[in-house]
T-cell receptor, first 118, second 116 residues
C-alpha cells in the first residue's frame, strides 16, 4: 500500500506570494492533518479534515487555510507569505476519527514539503 | 505547562547497545494515546510505536518497546540492539481522548546518534 504523498517536495517563494501544498493520504484513510515544523517552534498542529470538513484548527492566522476533497486528498494554502512561514509542512493521514484505538488513531506522515520564503 | 516533555536534546549510544529515550506527559484525560516517531534527516516522520492509556501491557514493536508508567506519566522508548540507521530525531507525541480532535501534541525531540 502506498504511503502518504506530498507535492511538491520543495518550494521557494517570495514574501507576499501565496502557495498551495497537496497531500494524498494512504488509500482508505479519510482523515488528514497538517503540521508545521520549524527549528524554533517545533511541530505545531495546523488543521485536520475528515469527510471534507475541517474538524479542528490550530492556533494559526487566517492566512493558513485548507480543504479536503471527496477522494480524501487535501490541500493547504498560505496567502501573503511571510519569512516566518519558512518551514517543513507535514501531512498525516489516519483511518478516521474515533476513540483512542491504535488501529484508527495512528497518524502516518508523508515526506513533507519544505517551503522557503525569501 | 508543557504537555509532552523530552528532557534529552541529544543522546549517544554505541552500536548494538540498548538506549532509553525519556518522555513525560501531562493530561487530565483518562483516555489518551502515546506515540513515538522517528525523523531522519530526510524529514519524513516514521511511526514507531503506540501505547493506549488503557493498555495494561507495555507496547512492543520489533526492537522498540515502550516503558509505560501511567502513575508517573512517563512513556519512555527503549531501542534494543542499536543500529547505525537508528541515528535520527525521535519525537514523543500524545493524542488526548476528549472530543473528536485528533491533533498530536509533540515533544521537542531527542537527537539520537549511534556510534560505530
Amino acid at each position: 500500500k502506498a504511503g502518504v504523498t506530498q507535492t511538491p517536495r520543495y518550494l521557494i517563494k517570495t514574501r507576499g506570494q501565496q502557495v498551495t501544498l497537496s497531500c494524498s493520504p494512504i488509500s482508505g484513510h479519510r482523515s488528514v492533518s497538517w503540521y508545521q515544523q520549524t527549528p524554533g517552534q517545533g511541530l505545531q498542529f495546523l488543521f485536520e479534515y475528515f469527510s471534507e470538513t475541517q474538524r479542528n484548527k490550530g492556533n494559526f492566522p487566517g492566512r493558513f487555510s485548507g480543504r479536503q476533497f471527496s477522494n480524501s486528498r487535501s490541500e493547504m494554502n498560505v496567502s501573503t507569505l511571510e519569512l516566518g512561514d519558512s518551514a517543513l509542512y507535514l501531512c498525516a493521514s489516519s483511518l478516521a476519527p474515533g476513540l483512542v484505538r491504535s488501529s484508527t488513531d495512528t497518524q502516518y506522515f508523508g515526506p513533507g514539503t519544505r517551503l522557503t520564503v525569501l | 505547562a508543557q504537555k509532552i516533555t523530552q528532557t534529552q536534546p541529544g543522546m549517544f549510544v554505541q552500536e548494538k547497545e540498548a538506549v532509553t529515550l525519556d518522555c513525560t506527559y501531562d493530561t487530565s484525560d483518562q483516555s489518551y494515546g502515546l506515540f513515538w516517531y522517528k525523523q531522519p534527516s530526510s524529514g519524513e516522520m516514521i511511526f514507531l510505536i503506540y501505547q493506549g492509556s488503557y493498555d495494561e501491557q507495555n507496547a512492543t514493536e520489533g526492537r522498540y518497546s515502550l516503558n509505560f508508567q501511567k502513575a508517573r506519566k512517563s512513556a519512555n522508548l527503549v531501542i534494543s540492539a542499536s543500529q547505525l540507521g537508528d541515528s535520527a530525531m525521535y519525537f514523543c507525541a500524545m493524542r488526548e481522548g476528549r472530543g473528536s480532535a485528533r491533533q498530536l501534541t509533540f515533544g521537542s525531540g531527542t537527537q539520537l546518534t549511534v556510534l560505530p
